[in-house]
C-alpha cells in the first residue's frame, strides 16, 4: 500500500468516527448508544469482536454491559474485580493497552474465552473517563485477516472512547431526572413532553406518530391475591419485558409510565400497522412469561389500545389525544374478551 493510500485510508476513518460522534451526540438512549458506539469501533478498527464494561463502583467490579461478537451472551454474568484482567488493569490505572499477543500477558483473563469459546489473539482496551472519573472501559479484540493492532489503531480507538465517555455520563444524567424508579419506564412529564415534540414535528413534516396505551388485565386480582408489594412486582417485570421487545426493535420507541398500571409507547415514524406489530409482540411475549410472586406461579395478559397519525387525523386537536384515543382503543378489547391489541374505530 503506498503512502497516499494509507493516508487516504486513514481520512476515511477519521470521517467514520466523526459519523460516530454525530451520532452519540443526537440521543440519550443508552442501550442504543453503546451498541452503536461497539457497531462502529469494530467496524472502523476493523476488530473480529468489541465490548464494553461498566464499573460498580459499589462493588468496585467491572461488567459487560455490550457486547458484539460471537457467542457474546456467555460473557453477560461475568464481573472483573478492578485491577483484574486486563480491562481490571486499564480501569484500575486508568491507562489505555494495546496488546499483539494475550497468550504471554499475566494480566489476561482466560476464563472468558473459556466461558464464550471465542480465541483472543490480540486486543486493545481503553479506559472510559468523565472528569477524572473512570466508568469503565472499551475492549476490540483480534484484528481481521491475522493483522495486529497498531499505534494509529488506538489513537484513532482513543478518540471514540473519550466521546463515549461523555455520551454515558449524559444519558446517566438524564436518566436520573427522567426514568421512574419502580419501572425503569419514562416518567409521565417525560413522556408527555416528547409526545408533545413528535406531534408538532407531524404538523411540519406529516411524519407518522403511533401511541400505544396499555392496560393489565383483572389487575385488581393481582393485588388482592399477592397483595400491593406481588402487585409491585409484576409491574416491575411486565416494565422489563416490554423494554427488552422495545430494545429488539431498534427503533426510536420509547415506553412510560403513564398511570398506576398504564404503560404507554411513542413510535416516531410508525404507521399503525408497525404499531399492532410491535404491541402483540409484547402482548405475546406477556403472555407466554411465567411469572413468579411470592414463590407462586402468576398469569398476567395485557391489552394494548392504538392510536395513529395520520389514520385518527380528523379526531385529534392537541397531541393528548393521541393517548386518549389510544386509551379509548382498550374497551374494543374488553369487549373482545381481554388479552387482545385493537386500533382506534369510531363507533
Not at 487516504?8 to 466523526?18: F, H, P, S, T
Not at 468496585?60 to 464481573?79: A, D
Amino acid at each position: 500500500m503506498t503512502e497516499i493510500e494509507k493516508l487516504k485510508k486513514q481520512i476515511d476513518k477519521l470521517y467514520e468516527v466523526l459519523e460516530a460522534n454525530r451520532y452519540l451526540s443526537s440521543t440519550l438512549n443508552l442501550t442504543l448508544v453503546l451498541e452503536r458506539l461497539l457497531e462502529k469501533a469494530k467496524e472502523v478498527i476493523e476488530a473480529e469482536a468489541s465490548s464494553l464494561m461498566l464499573l460498580d463502583e459499589e462493588k468496585q467490579e467491572l461488567y459487560f454491559h455490550t457486547v458484539l461478537g460471537e457467542k457474546s451472551e456467555k460473557l453477560k454474568n461475568i464481573r472483573l474485580k478492578l485491577g483484574e484482567g486486563i480491562s481490571g488493569w486499564v480501569a484500575k490505572n486508568a491507562e489505555p493497552v494495546l496488546v499483539e499477543d494475550c497468550s504471554k500477558d499475566p494480566r489476561f483473563y482466560r476464563k472468558a474465552d473459556e466461558e464464550s469459546g471465542f480465541h483472543t489473539r490480540s486486543m486493545m482496551c481503553v479506559p472510559l473517563i468523565y472528569r477524572k472519573r473512570v466508568l469503565g472501559t472499551i475492549q476490540v479484540l483480534n484484528k481481521t485477516q491475522g493483522r495486529n493492532f497498531n499505534e494509529e489503531d488506538l489513537k484513532i480507538f482513543q478518540i471514540m472512547a473519550d466521546q463515549a465517555a461523555i455520551a454515558i455520563e449524559n444519558a446517566r444524567l438524564h436518566n436520573l431526572a427522567t426514568i421512574d424508579n419502580a419501572t425503569g419506564l419514562y416518567r409521565k412529564e417525560y413522556f408527555l413532553m416528547r409526545l408533545k415534540d413528535e406531534y408538532l414535528r407531524f404538523l411540519y413534516t406529516g411524519n407518522p406518530i403511533t401511541v400505544l396505551m396499555s392496560d393489565i388485565d383483572h389487575f385488581k386480582k393481582v393485588n388482592t391475591e399477592y397483595g400491593h408489594i406481588g402487585g409491585d412486582i409484576a409491574l416491575k417485570e411486565l416494565a422489563k419485558i416490554i423494554l427488552s421487545v422495545i430494545h429488539e426493535s431498534k427503533e426510536e420507541d420509547i415506553a412510560g409510565r403513564y398511570g398506576g398500571e398504564e404503560f404507554c409507547i411513542l413510535m416516531p415514524n410508525a404507521d399503525e400497522n408497525r404499531g399492532l406489530e410491535l404491541a402483540e409482540q409484547i402482548r405475546k411475549r406477556i403472555e407466554n412469561h411465567r411469572f413468579y410472586i411470592d414463590g407462586k406461579e402468576a398469569r398476567i395478559t395485557i391489552s394494548i389500545g392504538i392510536a395513529n397519525l395520520p389514520l385518527h387525523k380528523t379526531l385529534i386537536n392537541d397531541y393528548e389525544d393521541l393517548i386518549k384515543l389510544a386509551d379509548e382503543a382498550l374497551y374494543i378489547c374488553k369487549d373482545k374478551g381481554r388479552n387482545c391489541c385493537a386500533i382506534y374505530e369510531k363507533k
